[in-house]
């Protein structure tokens, strides 16, 4: 199952209860398996990157934990 940008956004704001915010907060990503501190989750190009990430630590383990980080408290 391919997913875009757009559609992933919006699983990801559905989840956190902010899809009637009129400013969407910036998100990042963790993930224990990856040196970065967090990742932006802001492009195309970063969505593919978490993919990649995901798919190369599901070739070792059966689990991948992903944290979404909101970058600011969210205000409705």
Known sequence: M???LT???ELIHNAMEST???RKPQLAYTMKQILH???EL???TSL???KDHVQN???KNDIVNVNII???ELSH
Do not use: Y
């Open 7 to 9: 559609d992933a956004l």
């Open 37 to 39: 501190a967090r990742v």
């Open 42 to 44: 802001d492009d195309a």
């Open 57 to 59: 630590v599901l070739k």
């Open 48 to 50: 593919e990157g978490l």
């Open 70 to 72: 909101s970058q600011k």
């Open 2 to 4: 391919s997913i875009d």
């Open 20 to 22: 009637e915010v009129p």
